[in-house]
T-cell receptor, first 111, second 113 residues
Framework: SQQGEEDPQALSIQEGENATMNCSYK?????LQWYRQNSGRGLVHLIL?????REKHSGRLRVTLDTSKKSSSLLITASRAADTASYFCATDYNTGNQFYFGTGTSLTVIP | DAGVIQSPRHEVTEMGQEVTLRCKPISGHDYLFWYRQTMMRGLELLIYFNNNVPIDDSGMPEDRFSAKMPNASFSTLKIQPSEPRDSAVYFCASSFISQETQYFGPGTRLLVL
């Protein structure tokens, strides 16, 4: 499969704590994206990091990319109950125009 | 812009019936993607279009599935005949550039009895 794999599959934390989730992939990429999906809703784009970038920030989100290890991490700082959702990484793979989505990490933030 | 619009939001049908899902992409986006999401298989790309032309339909599971994009503002995904294993949430997404941000619709939750 060309899908990325997120780790952990599920994560439960207290409000205010930081949440870290990881994504591993298999082949070379042009860029990697992170998406959020609230229950019963469509996916929402969070952040895009290109293969020549190592770190990117957006508000409380911090994404890192290690192309040598073929992995990325998403850090959500000072988590809120509203951050409860599933988080997916998506990788384009140089072979085509489409994205392959990972299996997702289900994050629960306890108020 | 209203975002990607999908209809219907929910569909319940009986095995053997034809199902048609509809999508209106964001105006100006020239890529349109159809995905299927299930607990077992996650999010799978079924087919995508560029400028209304199907580019890759290798994800379409069977000949029972077909997709069209007659113009830049409308696409359909048809299942004929439907089977219980087709039950899933079907998402449509559009983007301006193929490898950039995709904007997802709210999805159509399909249940085939």
């Amino acid at each position: 499969s060309q899908q990325g794999e997120e780790d952990p599959q599920a994560l439960s934390i207290q409000e205010g704590e930081n949440a870290t989730m990881n994504c591993s992939y298999k082949t070379s990429i042009n860029n990697l994206q992170w998406y959020r999906q609230n229950s019963g809703r469509g996916l929402v784009h969070l952040i895009l990091i290109r293969s020549n970038e190592r770190e990117k920030h957006s508000g409380r989100l911090r994404v890192t990319l290690d192309t040598s290890k073929k992995s990325s991490s998403l850090l959500i700082t000072a988590s809120r109950a509203a951050d409860t959702a599933s988080y997916f990484c998506a990788t384009d793979y140089n072979t085509g125009n489409q994205f392959y989505f990972g299996t997702g990490t289900s994050l629960t933030v306890i108020p | 812009d209203a975002g990607v619009i999908q209809s219907p939001r929910h569909e319940v049908t009986e095995m053997g019936q034809e199902v048609t899902l509809r999508c209106k992409p964001i105006s100006g986006h020239d890529y349109l993607f159809w995905y299927r999401q299930t607990m077992m298989r996650g999010l799978e790309l079924l087919i995508y279009f560029n400028n209304n032309v199907p580019i890759d339909d290798s994800g379409m599971p069977e000949d029972r599935f077909s997709a069209k994009m007659p113009n830049a503002s409308f696409s359909t995904l048809k299942i004929q005949p439907s089977e219980p294993r087709d039950s899933a949430v079907y998402f449509c997404a559009s983007s301006f550039i193929s490898q950039e941000t995709q904007y997802f619709g709210p999805g159509t939750r399909l249940l085939v009895l």
